[in-house]
């Protein structure tokens, strides 16, 4: 029973998520019934489902909220935005309760009697209002006629995905009296016959006291397949029909849009495609083929390695050698085949990220007070599931900023001769290896001079420093600085910017923000597209191997001794053409022995981590390749200056630097012994 | 002593559906200690491993067991016993601990194993209180078999708890 509540969960929250999105597509006033319909499922199959596993709490809350999408299906109730608002909490409180149920926390009884209570008084209200409508549409929903005509044409591959007419002439049959007229017109010559395809149209006659959902649901397969127009028989209870909402379809295509009667049967149908073309598997299966890819792909370079030097070193190929070779460079072609396809499995659309912020501007800009318009764009950038996981957060974050500092209120805007409401464009695409996400809006921009001020009065900038305005924008990400003017429960405690920034360099991305004052800001956010693999370059430093993650690196190359200089006789820099980098002696930082003190020809290997240069002194740079991350956490700790460990081709381990931390490390390392008077300050202003 | 990494998984297979507490044990110079069978994942012989910069001596590395990143740590270095060579013999003993609400992996290098007893619970006594001369963090009990004093380890603080703890409320 237990897996079975996992998926109903699982299923429900995402119906929520539907029903939340498309509460706020809602047009208030004018609204699509498809939309309604669409809310309405989504709340009909929780109910369902919270009533079959004995959550009747849940289903019995449900049910208020359904009847209201029901009134407001059947177009006997009006979308208001009372209404919306009222329907967004419920779909709240069924969240939450969910959540309590399917963690086993406690239910917000107060709240929960509150919301539905508001739900009951405008079911109550309006309800007697449109008691007269109300009661012609249940006329209507359910209306017999003597019988109905039903022009039925199949397309002509109809046959092809299964579907016989003829059986469903016999299930017509089971409903009443039925009368058949086939219309052959198009039947095409003998010759051109294809026994595959169908030409035949019928027109039924079905008498009887029948309903048309019952009518409806013999052809619910075929709905897209066949053009079918249901008509009742006889006359009278047509101009009862005619005075409703669609009821009655008109063709096929007025079906699907026809809300009630047609409508579980589209959704049944809708839902049969989709569940062919996705399954729901858990991620742990996923992760562990994953690891065994990664084996794989480890046991394939030590094949390939020692492939290698068998060929070389018998120094005859004979044709089998050639065999082997060719055999493993085949290998290797379909390991790194499987390996991104495998990698791609746990890739998802970041609209799962974007799909939370609708809602969030509804609620903040009512809040707030503020117009805002929500652009998203590249929804269907895909990327890692645990990047997503760990971006919404930050995200949420940022939007939140973006309307309580950024956007301004529709009276500042108008004053300052923008347009009333404001803009906040989502934006993710690939570059790279990297996802990026940027986040605008056409707002105020930073206030460079109120965070100047701030950063003056709380000493993080020293009176007389001058900075360049990306430093100045940067320090809103430095913790414990706010500029909103009040405090507010959206957002500006101080607490948020530095937090964002630490959460994603804790993915390995990046995060910075251009501004221009009066027209707005843009936060530009880059993250790794997955946190499992990463192109490296190997180096050697003593007798060790380590990994240098690619992306951190700007370029690799000789120390010449003349653009070597130091500082009090000890920090060493390097003039890397028109700036000075500091160098850090990888044996130094991590504790090993130098064979050699001069510097003069090492190799340097030039990195930029969080925005700041330095050259990390290597012994030899190995090959480049993609490696498997595996955590050091897993089984001991997190370690300063590494972000992981991975497996080579020869099976043994190899450490990943990560950069930032490891300039960190030399920053601690370096500067109370080298410059006691300060002067280690120095290099780091260098290196940012 | 001699006894061979092959022969003693076999040995622990075997004697595994008796009743009493068993524990594998092992040697470091003269004295005998011993460690939760159910806690044995294997032994292997010793083989190099990839140091980890700016950690404890003790902890020797990381090693590659099938996949995994699993550190290992010296124990004549965690118990700040003198330090032998490794010989063929040296083996390691890979151990399940439980540290910080999780399961962890890791290896333990000592100079040999040497057999599976059985220790009646009641048969277990309490470490004495040797102030601060020896650590008795990691002791968990002393037993007697065949005359010989055993050292019943508590490995679930070897790999230095404390750190542990401290690194993943921060992590968070």
């Known amino acids: 029973m237990q897996q079975f509540h996992q998926t109903f969960f699982e299923e429900s929250f995402e119906g929520l998520d539907i029903m939340e999105n498309e509460l706020l597509n809602l047009d208030v006033g004018n609204a699509d019934s498809e939309v309604i319909n669409t809310i309405f499922r989504s709340a009909h199959s929780i ?26 299906r059947d177009g006997i109730r009006q979308v208001t935005q009372e209404s919306v608002d009222v329907l967004l909490k419920s779909v709240d409180v069924m969240r939450a309760m969910l959540t309590a149920l399917s963690e086993g926390g406690e239910m ?93 149209g019928w027109e039924i006659t079905l008498k009887g006291d029948i309903k048309i959902e019952d009518v409806k649901e013999v052809f619910d397969w075929v709905e897209d397949e066949c053009d079918l127009d249901i008509q009742p ?110 990698m791609r499995i746990r890739m998802l659309p970041i609209s799962f990220v974007f799909s939370r912020v609708p809602r969030l501007v509804h609620d903040l800009s009512g809040k707030l007070n503020k117009k805002v318009n929500l652009v998203t764009l590249g929804e269907g950038t895909e990327l890692d599931k645990t990047v997503m996981e760990k971006i919404g957060d930050p995200m949420v974050h940022l939007v939140r900023n973006a309307l309580d500092h950024g956007i301004e209120t529709p009276e500042q805007r108008v004053a300052s001769g923008k347009e009333e409401t404001g803009t906040l464009t989502l934006n993710a695409y690939h570059k790279g290896g990297n996802i990026v996400i940027e986040l605008s809006d056409d707002g105020a921009g930073i206030n460079k001079e109120r965070v100047l001020n701030k950063a003056r009065k709380n000493g993080l900038v020293g009176e007389n420093e001058n900075l360049s305005d990306d430093a100045i924008n940067d320090l809103i990400f430095h913790p414990g600085l706010s500029t909103a003017e009040t405090l507010s429960d959206v957002s500006g405690r101080g607490v948020g910017m530095d937090v964002v920034r630490k959460n994603i360099k804790s993915l390995g991305g990046s995060v910075r923000v251009d501004s221009v004052e009066g027209e707005g800001a843009t936060f530009t956010i880059q993250l790794p597209l997955t946190l499992a693999i990463l192109d490296g370059q190997l180096v050697k430093v003593a007798n060790e191997t380590f990994v240098v993650p690619l992306v951190s690196i700007i370029e690799s190359i000789q120390v010449k001794s003349a653009n070597l200089s130091g500082i009090a006789g000890k920090a060493e820099l390097y003039k890397l053409r028109d700036e000075y980098i500091p160098i850090i002696r990888a044996h130094s930082v991590f504790g090993m022995n130098d064979s050699t003190e001069s510097l003069e020809d090492r190799l340097m290997v030039v990195v930029e981590g969080d925005g700041k240069k330095a050259g990390i002194i290597v012994d030899d740079l190995l090959a480049q390749q993609q490696v498997v991350i595996k955590s050091l956490e897993t089984n001991y700790q997190r370690v300063d200056g590494l972000s992981g460990a991975t497996i080579l081709g020869d099976g043994t381990v190899a450490l990943i630097l990560d950069i930032s931390g490891v300039i960190d490390m030399f920053k601690t390392l370096n500067t109370p012994p080298v410059n006691p008077d300060g002067e280690g300050s120095n290099i780091a202003e260098q290196a940012a | 002593m001699s006894t061979t990494a092959t022969e003693l998984n076999s040995v622990i297979n075997s004697e595994l559906d008796s009743d009493a507490d068993q524990f594998l044990t092992f040697v470091l110079g003269a004295e005998e200690y011993g460690v939760d069978i159910l806690r044995v994942q294997e032994i292997k012989g010793w083989d190099s491993v990839t140091p980890i910069p700016n950690t404890p001596e003790y902890i020797k590395g990381v090693i590659n067991l099938r996949g995994t990143i699993v550190p290992i740590v010296d124990l004549r270095q965690r118990f700040s016993m003198p330090e032998v060579e490794y010989g063929p013999i040296t083996v390691v003993i890979v151990l399940k601990i439980e540290c910080a609400d999780r399961d962890r992996i890791m290896g333990i290098v000592v100079d040999g194993v040497s057999d599976v007893y059985d220790v009646p619970p009641d048969e277990m006594k309490e470490a004495p209180d040797f102030g601060n001369v020896v650590d008795t963090e990691f002791v968990q009990g002393l037993a007697t078999v065949d005359e010989k004093m055993i050292i019943i380890l508590d490995i679930d603080h070897l790999l230095s708890g404390n750190e542990i703890a401290a690194t993943d409320s921060l992590a968070v």
């Open chain 1, 233 to 342: 028989l006889s006359a009278p209870s047509e101009t009862t029909i005619s005075d409703t909402p669609p009821v009655v379809a008109e063709s096929s295509a007025a079906a699907a849009v026809t809300p009630s009667p047609a409508a579980p049967a589209k959704a049944s149908t809708a839902k049969k495609n989709t569940e062919s073309a996705s399954i729901r598997v858990g991620i742990d299966k996923v992760d562990e083929i994953i690891n065994l890819v990664g084996e794989l792909v480890i046991t394939q370079a030590m094949l390939g390695q020692v492939g290698g030097e068998i060929c070389n070193d018998d120094g005859h190929s004979s044709t089998q050698m050639e065999k082997l070779l060719e055999g493993l460079a085949q290998l290797e072609r379909n390991t790194r085949e499987i390996q991104e396809s495998v």
């Open chain 1, 47 to 72: 109910k369902g489902g919270s009533g079959t596993f004995g959550f009747t709490a849940v289903a019995e809350f449900t049910h208020v909220a359904e009847t209201l999408l029901d009134e407001m």
């Open chain 1, 108 to 200: 917000d009884a107060d709240n929960i009697a509150s919301v539905q209570m508001e739900l009951e008084q405008l079911l109550g209200t309006e309800g007697t209002a449109a008691a007269s409508a109300n009661t012609e549409s249940d006329n209507n929903s359910n209306e017999n006629a003597d019988g109905w005509l039903i022009s039925f044409r199949p397309h002509v591959e109809m046959l092809r995905t299964g579907n016989d007419p003829v059986r469903m002439m016999y299930a017509l049959a089971e409903l009443g009296e039925i009368e058949t007229k086939a219309d052959i017109s198009e039947l095409p010559s003998f010759a051109d016959l294809d026994p595959e395809d169908s030409f035949i």
